[in-house]
Structures are given as C-alpha cells and as structure tokens.
C-alpha cells in the first residue's frame, strides 16, 4: 500500500494517462451522456447552461395530498407478466427484442451484460468480451418460473425535480433530496409543499452536480442529524462538492457542520453517493470530473470511495493511514449497497462508452480506472480488481442500488438504471459464480436514478426524466412506491 501523495510509476503512469486522455477527449465519455444526449465533450457549455439544472426549482407541484397517489396503475400495466398468461419466455438478448411499448414492458429481459464469469469475491475476470450468461444463451426460451410480479406500483410523488436520494426515519417520514438543492419530506403520506431546506450559495447546482446523497444518522431518532453530499462553487470559480452533516426537525432543517469538503467537482463526473455501513461509518462515492488520472492519485479525494466517521473524522482502520480514501481507481460511482447476510460492499460505476459496472468493494483496492476498463486485467505490477459484471457495450448509466432483504426477492440486489431505463436485477450466484442480470420495467417510466426498499418492504423508485438529459412525461419526476403482494 503506497501513503503518498504520487505514485513512484507516476511518470509511467502519467504517459499512459495522457495517451489515454488524448484517446479520450476523441472518443465519447460517459456512457451516459453517449446514450442520450451524443457527443458532449467534458466541458459542454450547453451542458452548463442546461435549463433543468440551473433554473430554480420548479414549482413544487400539485401533488394533491396524499395518499399524494397519482391513480394506482393497473396490475396488468405495472406488473408485466402478471397478467400475460402463462410463461413468459425470457429473450435471448437485445438485439432480438423489438422496442416494447411502456404498457408492455416486461421484466426478466436479459440486459446483454458482459459477466466476466468470475466466482463473486474473487473478481478475476473469466469470460471473453463477448460472452453473455449462460441464461441469455440459452437456445430455447426459457418458461418464467416467478408466478407473479411481488411488488404492485403506484405514484405516490408527482412533479419532483430530479430526486436524487431517499431516506426512511423510523417515524415514517420520507426524505428526499431535489438536485437543484432541496430536501424535502413526506410525512404521513403526503408530500410537504415547501422544502425542509434549500441550499444557498456557495451551493451550485448545474450538469450532474447540485444536491445529491443523503444519509440519516444511525442515531437519527435521538439525535435529527442527518448527511447530505452536495455541489459548491469555490473561490477560483470551480466547483467542489462536500459533505454536510444537518439537523432536521419538524419543519425544517439547518446546516450542522461540513464534514468534508474540497472534494473535486465539476459540471460531470460528482459521484455523489453517501450511506452509512454496518460498520457505522459514512461511505462516498466521487467521481473524477473528467481528470481521469484523479481516480489514480491517492492522494486525491477524486474517482474514489470515501469513508469517515459521522464527526468527519478518519476510522483508525482505513486503507491509508490519516486518509479517507477507501478505494480508488473509479470513474464515477453512484451506488452503494451492503449485502445483508455478508457485508460485502458493491458499487455501481459509470464507465466509458459503456462499461457500465457493478464491483465489490475491499478496502484499499484498485479498480482500474482509467487503465483498465470491462474484463481488461492490466499490467502484472499492479493489482486492479475488474467488475463483478459490467454492461459490455450496452449502457446502464447505473446510479442507486439496494439489496432486498424482505419478501420473495430477498437477496436480490436492485440498480437503477439511467440511460438504460431500466430496474437491473441481479441475482448472485449461490455457488458464487456470475449474477445473472434481467431488466425490469424497460423503458416504463424512462431513467431511473434510485432505488430502496423501506423498513416495511416497499420498494421505492426515482425516475429523472427531468435531469437533462431524458423526455419529462406527465408528472414527472416521480417517486413510485413498489407495495409488497405478499403481505
Ligand atoms: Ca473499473
């Protein structure tokens, strides 16, 4: 493990950053941004001057109060499958699938993910590039065997502007952020007109920065803190993101304290996740924005995952003494889920041009970026963890993630999908192999930011059809609550 600041192959390193950056800056680079908007480069000024990121908030709209329910969906339109009739074949891959309509958006399609093949937890890559799993090469369709869909959807927020983070209090509030710097609650089912709180200057909200994570204090009961990750404009112009710990009370919130700031920010590429371990410890996620050689430098706090105590302090047992770097070597990382039954932490990441990936997070590890990328290993001198499983040349644009740990999904894990419009569901291997990977709800409510299941079961979903870069629908943006069937 290296505590300093460059690397000793930092003039190696550095060489092959520039080759790669010079690739880069020639070919496309979010795969997000491939997807839905085309060739942006880095900096965009009409990316900056994106209305939806920079205007104020829209009105807070209309949802009436609640049950704030915009019109439970049918079952048949919400839980495709359900009503369908019998077995429902699962399709062999992307390409053979016509476009679906939204009303017959069906789970179970494969995503055409590139599984590496390797056992989880070891994360040697296996497969070639080109492999699918074993589900999606399957000649003959396969019969669903789910008998129904569990969850049932409904609206129960309607008019969001781009929500970007949830969080369930033990009283049954709902929190939220709005990127554009509002937090906000549903309380006793309905959705509070005005904001807890709305970020002021230095706060900036513009391209995929502004108001993101958001974490409830383990001791959130006792004591109203809370964690909000969030863009801020700094004193050369540029832009920074930071982590404040605020203290919520019955009608507002206010700024506690900053617990870690001069993170590297940007228009792109802000990470922006924040939850709190079984350890008890709050974990980050940043991105590089666009300085890819960041992702790295240990010593930068860019392209990493972060780890600090709820004081802002550093835990004792970090990778690297003194530092909140937990690991590097990321693009831009938008989600964090823990698995229940082990503890393992996975992580989505937007890669380049596609790529997309779900890792396994270990302490003080090097995932790669920019050396590698999908299944490439990298050189014998430096140990770089490629992906669990990553989107191949297909898109995700992954953001939330959670896994289930009630009701017949239990011990599925759940990212949402942006670009790709989509719910992935991952299923890992019992025997530790590949998950296999199906999409739900393709291109039914457009892109997804988040997902999370609440203490009583119910799944919750984001969509950011309003972020930029998707087509707003009638209500938009919307908080879906996904009620349990079983219960
Ligand atoms: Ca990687």
Redesign the pocket.
Known sequence: MSGTTVSPRSFLLRGFIVLQMGLLSACTSSSERNHAQGQLAGHNPQLDAQPAETSAPAAMTPVPEIPAVAGQETPASVVPGVSAGPAMPEISNEAAMPEISNDAAMPGISTGAVLPGAPAGTLKPGASPGAVTPEASTATPKPRVAAAFPYTARTVAGGLNVPWEMAFAPDGRIFFTERPGSLRVIENGKLRPAPLLKLLAPFVGKGEGGLLGLALDPAFESNGFAYVYHSYRVTDGGVANRVLRIKIGSSRAEISKVLLDNIPGDTNHNGGRIKFGPDGYLYITTGERYEPELAQYQSSLGGKILRITTSGDIPKDNPWPGSPVYSL???NPQGLAWQPESGVLYSS?H?QSSHD?I?IIEAGAN???PL??GDEAGSSTQK????LAHSGEETWAPSGMTFITQGPWSGELLVAGLAGQELLQVSMSPAGGSPSIKALFKKKYGRIRNVAEAPDGTLYLMTNNRDGRGEPRAQDDKLIALRPNWK
């Open positions: 070597g990321h693009r990441e890669g990936e890792n995932y790669g970026w590698i990328e770089l963890v490629a992906p």
